[in-house]
């Protein structure tokens, strides 16, 4: 079955020689609303975009659909956001111009590594708890250590071993 003319979308526009493929129009008087081949769409959305300033997505949409049926937003997003004078005209955000300060705090690397507090101490030792809560620093595990040597209930009771200090050799 043949369909009738009357439902198609558009109508061929002839001038000479030159057929071109237009929205149907309701009245002859109205402008013509030409089909874009894939061909030329990328010089046409190029001089448009160039012929309307660089202006915005949907301006430059509403510029085109003045003349051509087939232009849509997903025909123009591409070529603007490739456009460079566009990316240069486009606002970013600003940031506030202040000094970046770093945290000072000394447990900030050990939340940040392993998500708790710093401990000092050991994880199992044969230490009384009361000296473990007491140790700050390596500088007082190595005075108890020195203090063990000195105290022999102390060195039996820890398991630790003295070391003694060497002196520098003198130049």
Do not use: W
């Not at 591409?78 to 970013?92: A, D, E, I, M």
């Not at 000394?106 to 401990?119: H, I, P, Q, S």
């Not at 250590?145 to 105290?151: K, Y």
Request: positive net charge; hydrophobic residues 30%; aromatic residues 4%.
């Amino acid at each position: 079955m043949k369909k009738d003319t009357k439902d198609r979308r558009y109508e061929v526009l002839r001038c000479g020689q030159v057929e071109k493929l237009i929205k149907k129009r309701d009245h002859v008087e109205e402008p013509p609303l030409y089909y874009v081949p894939i061909e030329e769409m990328f010089d046409i959305v190029r001089s448009s975009h160039i012929a309307t300033g660089h202006v915005d997505r949907d301006r430059m949409l509403k510029e085109v659909k003045k003349k051509y049926a087939n232009i849509s937003v997903q025909t123009i997003e591409p070529f603007k956001s490739l456009c460079t004078q566009c990316q240069k005209k486009r606002v970013r955000p600003k940031t506030s111009g202040g000094v970046v300060r770093p945290i000072l705090t000394k447990d900030f690397a050990c939340r940040a590594l392993f998500g708790n507090e710093a401990r000092v101490g050991l994880t199992t030792s044969s230490l009384p708890r009361e000296i473990l809560d007491n140790l700050e620093s390596e500088h007082d595990l190595a005075r108890l250590d020195l203090a063990s040597a000195e105290s022999p209930a102390l060195s039996t009771d820890t398991g630790l071993t003295s070391v003694e200090p060497t002196p520098l050799a003198s130049s």
